[in-house]
Nanobody
């Protein structure tokens, strides 16, 4: 399983970014997908997840600002991040759980300047 995240970068507070994560090695449409982040000195936390059926859940800290979506044809999950805050600065990872284990992609860094 390979998960390739992209789309991170430097953005001013209040700005937007869209992260993408392309999956291979799994029948993508069958799997729930998640976006996680890890800020410096903190544990990795779940930001958003989307089920194989398209149901979504968002962490309270990003509710109303972030949305998660998926394109099963492109085997890609997206994280649209609006109204970014300095506290959103972190390395963002996509992940899934298959064959009784978790798989993670390489992270993409999001930096928010004031």
């Amino acid at each position: 399983v390979q998960l390739q995240a992209s789309g991170g970068g430097l953005v001013q507070a209040g700005g937007s970014l869209r992260l993408s994560c392309k999956a291979s090695g799994i029948n993508f449409k069958l799997y729930d997908m998640g976006w996680y982040r890890q800020a410096a000195g903190k544990q990795r936390e779940l930001v958003a997840n989307i089920t194989s059926g398209g149901g979504t859940n968002l962490a309270d800290s990003v509710e109303g600002r972030f949305t998660v979506s998926r394109d099963n044809v492109r085997r890609t999950v997206y994280l649209q991040m609006n109204s970014l805050k300095r506290e959103d600065k972190a390395v963002y990872y996509c992940g899934t759980y298959a064959w009784s284990r978790a798989f993670w992609g390489r992270g993409t860094l999001v930096t928010v300047s004031s």
